[in-house]
Nanobody, 127 residues
Framework: QVQLVESGGGLVQAGASLKLSCAAS????????VGWFRQAPGKEREFVSA????????YYAESVKGRFTISRDNAKNTVYLQMNSLKPEDTAVYYC????????????????????WGQGTQVTVSE
């Protein structure tokens, strides 16, 4: 079992940057694909980005492509989401999620594909 803890959220102005971290417990984290999702008030949880267990495959939602960068450090059991050029529409609670996999290059982009979820970290972008 994996426990996930997000950090790095905050209140910033439009155009600023934030770097979110997702720290995982467990010694087999390198066997997990990880995704970032977000949920704004009154909206469905939506996919943001995902990275395969081996870090070789990465996928982004169109709305964040070119602005966000996902990465992972399996030695530190941590996945990061670097968010640049933030916009007010990026305001949401950001969640990381993980799923164990035997396929190290697998990327998953839907909420139902993930087994474990963190508690989320709030990101608020003002005008």
């Amino acid at each position: 079992q994996v426990q996930l803890v997000e950090s790095g959220g905050g209140l910033v102005q439009a155009g600023a940057s934030l770097k979110l971290s997702c720290a995982a417990s467990g010694r087999t984290f390198r066997s997990y694909a990880v995704g970032w999702f977000r949920q704004a008030p009154g909206k469905e949880r939506e996919f943001v980005s995902a990275i395969s267990a081996n870090g070789g495959n990465i996928y982004y939602a169109e709305s964040v492509k070119g602005r966000f960068t996902i990465s992972r450090d399996n030695a530190k059991n941590t996945v990061y989401l670097q968010m640049n050029s933030l916009k007010p529409e990026d305001t949401a609670v950001y969640y990381c999620a993980a799923v164990s996999t035997a396929y190290s290059s697998m990327v998953r982009t839907t909420t139902r594909d993930y087994e474990y979820w963190g508690q989320g970290t709030q990101v608020t972008v003002s005008e």
